[in-house]
C-alpha cells in the first residue's frame, strides 16, 4: 500500500472518531486502536505533554495500568528524545539505541521493533505518536509517512480538545511565551511601543482533513498556478521588498516554485486525505525535520526562502492575498517583516505605525530613509523573529539601543515607558531650538536644511525650524502612487510644498526612481534593463530616455513655483553633458510656457547630486554650469565602495568616518572653494553627529539631513568651534586609522557635545 493509502484509511477513520460524541479520552483509545490496527502492530500509543512532562494518555498493546502514570521528560528516553528533537525514530531493535530507557510498569519488554513522530504544533511537539512491534524490523517508509500525517491530524484533536496545557498545546516553549529580548542593528533610532502585526500574515490552519480530495488538489493546482505568476513577475514589484540580495532570493524562489518534487509531496499529502492547507504545512514540516538534521548556514537560508513560499501558497490557497496593509491597522503597532520595500512602508497608517523590525535592512536602503522621515524607529538584521514573536504580542522597541523586549515583564514595560517619557521631553528640548540659529561657537551660521518627501512631511520644517528643504524626493509621490502621477497631481503637490515652505527654499530633486524605488508602472521596462539596479537605468538616465516623465515633471515644477523662486536638482548626474540634457528639458519648458505668456517663475537656480564618483573629476567644468551641489553620501558610498546600499550582509561593513570617504569629501569641498557654488551633503550621514562633526572638520556648511536629526544638529553645531575642528580631522586624515570614531568620539566627549 502507498503511503498516502495508508494514510488516508486511517485518516477516514480517524474522521469519525473525531466526529463522534466521544469525550476526548475516548478518542484517543479510539485512535490508537485505529493506527495499530491499520499498521499492524501490536502497540500504538500517545504520549502528550503535561506540566513539562510526556505523559502516555492512550495506548493500545502496554498495560492500561501505566496510562496517566508512566512520564518522561523532555530528552528522557526514546519519547523524550523525539519530543526533544523533533525527529522521528524507526529502530528495529529498540533497546539498541543509547537512549532507550525500560519502564517496567508498561510491559513493553516483549516488543523490538519502534517507531515514533513528534506531534507537533506551531514548530513545536507536544506530544508523540508510536508504535512497537514484536518482530524486530524497520518500519517501513510508507508507515512512517502515515504515522507523520496522523500526528499532524492529532494535533488538531489535541490543541481542541483542550487535551494539554494550553500553552503547551500550541506548542510553545518559555521562549515563546515568556519574556525576550531579540537584538539587532539600529536602522532608525527611537523608541516604539505597540502589538506585533506581521507584514505578510501566518495562516491558521483550522480545518486538516478533506471532504473532496479531488477539490484540494484542484485548489492546489490553483494556487501553485498563481504563485508561479507572482514569482515570475516578482523581480518587477515593490511587494518584493527589494533587498539587497534580491537576485539570489529570487532566483531561489524561482528554483523553489518549479521545484516538481515540491508539487508532487504536497500532492502526495493531498491523496492521503489531507485539505491542501494542510497538506502545504505537512511537506514543509517534514521538510523543517529533514533540514534541522543538515547543519549548514547556506541551506539554513534557503530554507528560509521555502518557508516564504510555503508561506505564499498557503496565503494564495487560503485566499488571504493581501499585506497587513491592507486590512489596516487597528492599534499601535511593531511591524514585522522579513524585507519591505518603501512603497510597501507608505501603505500603512503613519498614526498607528510604532515601529518595524525587519529580518534584514540596512541603513540607506530606501524603506529605511522613508521610515526616518516617517519618525518610525527600525531595527534591522533580527534573528529568530518568526519562532519567538507571535501576531499580538506586546512589543517595546527600543531602536536606539538595537533591541525589541517581546512579552516584557509589567515593571519591564513601566520602566520603558517612563524612559519613552523622557525621550519626548528631550525632543521638546530640540523643539525649543526651533528658533534659534545654528552659529557655531566661532560665529559661523550652518545651513541646517531638512530632507523632505512627502507633502505631510512640511509641517516639520516649522516644528524643527529648519532653513529650507535641501532636498525633496519627488519620487516619493510615485512610489506611492499606482499609476504615473498627472501633471495637475504633481502640480498641487509641489504648489503645496512651496506654500508650506514659505519663504524658505525647497530643492525639488526631479525623480529618481529605479535601484531600490521600483515602481510598478515602469517595472517591466527596468527589469529589462537591469541586472544590477543600483547602477542601472535608474534617476536621471531613465529620466532623460523618459523623456515625457521629464518634461511633465519639469512643466509641473515650473507652474507650482510660477512667481516665486523655484530651485531645482538632478539625481545620479556621472557627466556634465547629463546635467546639461536635463536642464534643456526644462529650458524647452519654460520657452513654452513664456510663449503661452504664463506667470514664470520669479528665479530659477539649477543644481546637481554628486553621488557617482567620476563626477568628483569633472568639477572644474560642472561646476561653472550649476547654483549649488548636493552631494548624495547614500549613493556615493555605495559606489566608492563597491558596496550595494542595500544589502543586508555588508549593512555594517563600511563606516561613514573611514579616511577614504572623509578624504573623498575634503578633496569636493575644495575644489568648489572660490566657485561662489553652494555645496552641501544631503545623504543620511549628515544627520547622525559624529558624521555632522567630520563634514563640518572638513569644510562643509550646509547639511540636508532627517527632520528628527534637525534639533541635535542645531544643539551641536552651536558647540563646535571650526578651526580647532578642523585642525584635528585634517591631523586625523594625514595620519589615518581605520575609521574616525574613536577619535572623534574622544573629541566630542572631552567638549561635552552628546554624539550618539
Ligand atoms: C543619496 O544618495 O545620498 C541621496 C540623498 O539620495 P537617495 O538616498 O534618495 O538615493
Ligand atoms: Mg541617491
Known amino acids: 500500500m502507498s503511503a498516502a493509502a495508508a494514510a488516508r484509511q486511517i485518516l477516514t477513520r480517524l474522521t ?32 502528550l505533554l503535561r506540566e513539562g512532562m510526556l505523559e502516555l494518555f492512550a495506548t493500545r498493546g502496554l498495560n492500561q495500568s501505566a496510562v496517566h502514570v508512566t512520564r518522561m521528560a523532555i530528552g528522557e528516553g526514546l519519547t523524550g528524545a523525539i519530543a526533544q528533537k523533533v525527529e522521528t525514530l524507526n529502530l528495529a531493535e529498540a533497546k539498541a539505541h543509547p537512549d532507550f530507557q525500560y519502564r517496567p510498569e508498561t510491559g513493553e519488554d516483549k516488543f523490538h521493533s519502534f517507531a515514533g513522530v513528534p506531534i507537533v504544533y506551531r514548530e513545536r511537539a507536544v506530544g508523540v505518536l508510536c508504535v512497537q512491534h514484536v518482530e524486530p524490523r524497520r518500519y517501513e517508509e510508507v508507515e512512517i509517512e502515515a504515522l507523520q500525517t496522523t500526528a499532524m491530524v492529532l494535533s488538531e484533536l489535541i490543541a481542541n480538545a483542550e487535551l494539554v496545557d494550553e500553552e503547551e498545546a500550541r506548542g510553545l516553549t518559555a521562549e515563546q511565551t515568556g519574556p525576550h529580548t531579540l537584538a539587532g542593528l539600529t536602522l532608525v ?62 532566483e531561489t524562489y524561482k528554483m523553489f516554485a518549479y521545484d516538481e518534487g515540491w508539487s508532487r ?64 491597522l487597528r492599534r499601535d ?40 522621515a516617517m519618525n518610525v524607529p527600525v531595527i534591522g538584521r533580527v534573528k529568530n523573529v518568526r519562532t519567538t514573536i507571535r501576531e499580538g504580542d506586546e512589543i517595546l522597541l527600543d531602536a536606539t ?79 506611492v502612487s499606482a499609476t504615473l502621477p498627472q501633471r495637475e497631481r504633481q502640480t498641487r503637490l509641489y504648489r503645496d510644498v512651496l506654500d508650506a515652505a514659505g519663504d524658505k527654499p525647497v530643492i525639488f530633486r526631479t525623480v529618481d526612481i529605479g535601484g531600490d524605488k521600483s515602481v510598478p508602472y515602469l517595472a517591466s521596462e527596468i527589469a529589462e534593463h537591469d541586472e544590477n539596479p543600483a547602477m542601472g537605468w535608474r534617476a536621471l538616465r531613465l529620466a532623460l530616455e523618459r523623456e515625457g516623465l521629464m518634461k511633465v515633471q519639469a512643466r509641473s515644477l515650473l507652474e507650482a513655483a510660477a512667481g516665486r523662486s523655484l530651485y531645482v536638482m538632478f ?4 557627466e556634465p553633458w ?14 513654452y510656457l513664456r510663449g503661452k505668456k504664463r506667470l514664470l517663475p520669479e528665479r530659477i537656480e539649477f543644481g546637481a547630486m554628486l553621488e557617482v564618483p567620476a563626477l568628483a573629476e569633472m568639477l572644474d567644468v560642472l561646476l561653472p554650469r550649476l547654483s549649488f551641489l548636493s552631494i548624495g553620501t547614500n549613493d556615493l558610498t555605495q559606489f566608492l565602495f563597491a558596496a550595494d546600499r542595500a544589502n543586508p550582509k555588508l549593512a555594517e561593513r563600511y563606516d561613514w568616518l ?99
Open 16 to 47: 469519525e472518531v473525531m466526529a463522534s460524541r466521544l469525550h476526548a479520552q475516548g478518542k484517543l483509545d479510539q485512535v490508537v486502536e485505529i493506527i495499530g490496527e491499520c499498521l499492524s502492530s501490536e502497540v500504538c500509543s500517545i504520549y
Open 189 to 250: 533610532k527611537g523608541l516604539g511601543a505597540g502589538t506585533a502585526v506581521f507584514h505578510q500574515p501566518r495562516v491558521e490552519i483550522t480545518q486538516f482533513m478533506a471532504e473532496d480530495v479531488e477539490a484540494e488538489r484542484q485548489r492546489v493546482y490553483r494556487a501553485f498556478d498563481r504563485m508561479r505568476e507572482q514569482i515570475d513577475s516578482l523581480a518587477n514589484q515593490a511587494e518584493f521588498g527589494v533587498g539587497g540580495e534580491h537576485e539570489e532570493v529570487l
Open 265 to 328: 509531496r504536497i500532492n502526495e499529502a493531498i491523496d492521503s486525505g489531507l485539505t491542501a492547507e494542510a497538506a502545504i504545512e505537512r511537506v514543509q514540516q517534514h521538510t523543517r525535520m529533514r533540514m534541522r538534521e543538515i547543519d549548514d548556514p547556506l541551506l539554513a537560508d534557503r530554507m528560509h526562502d521555502l518557508e516564504d513560499l510555503a508561506n505564499r501558497l498557503l496565503r494564495i490557497v487560503a485566499g488571504q492575498i493581501g499585506t497587513a496593509a491592507s486590512q489596516g
Open 333 to 372: 503597532t511593531i511591524l514585522i517583516a522579513r524585507n519591505l520595500g518603501p512603497a510597501e512602508l507608505l501603505e500603512y497608517d503613519k498614526r498607528r505605525l510604532k515601529g518595524v523590525i525587519l529580518e534584514e535592512g540596512s541603513l540607506t536602503a530606501h524603506v529605511v530613509i522613508v521610515a526616518r
Open 401 to 479: 539601543a538595537g533591541n525589541a523586549i517581546i512579552r516584557p515583564l509589567p515593571a519591564v514595560a513601566d520602566a520603558f515607558h517612563a524612559r519613552f517619557a523622557k525621550s519626548r521631553e528631550k525632543q521638546a528640548a530640540y523643539a525649543s531650538l526651533r528658533d534659534v540659529e545654528p552659529f557655531t561657537r566661532c560665529g559661523t551660521r550652518i545651513q541646517v536644511m531638512m530632507n523632505a518627501g512627502l507633502r505631510d512631511d512640511m509641517s516639520m520644517l516649522a516644528m524643527t525650524g529648519a532653513d529650507g528643504v535641501g532636498l525633496f524626493r519627488t519620487e516619493f509621490q510615485f512610489l
Open 571 to 574: 539625481p545620479m548626474v556621472s
Open 578 to 591: 547629463e546635467f546639461d540634457a536635463a536642464k534643456a528639458v526644462f529650458d524647452e519648458q519654460l520657452a
Open 658 to 756: 573611514s579616511p577614504s570617504i572623509l578624504r573623498f569629501l575634503k578633496r569636493v569641498v575644495q575644489a568648489s572653494v572660490g566657485s561662489g557654488i553652494e555645496i552641501g551633503v544631503c545623504g543620511e550621514m549628515g544627520g547622525r553627529r559624529l558624521e555632522a562633526l567630520a563634514l563640518l572638520g572638513i569644510g562643509y556648511r550646509r547639511l540636508s539631513i532627517t527632520p528628527a536629526a534637525v534639533g541635535p544638529i542645531k544643539e551641536l553645531v552651536r558647540k563646535v568651534d571650526l578651526a580647532e575642528l578642523s585642525a584635528a580631522m585634517t591631523g586625523w586624515l594625514a595620519d589615518p586609522q581605520q575609521d574616525l570614531r574613536d577619535q572623534l568620539s574622544a573629541w566630542a566627549e572631552a567638549r561635552d557635545i552628546e554624539y550618539d
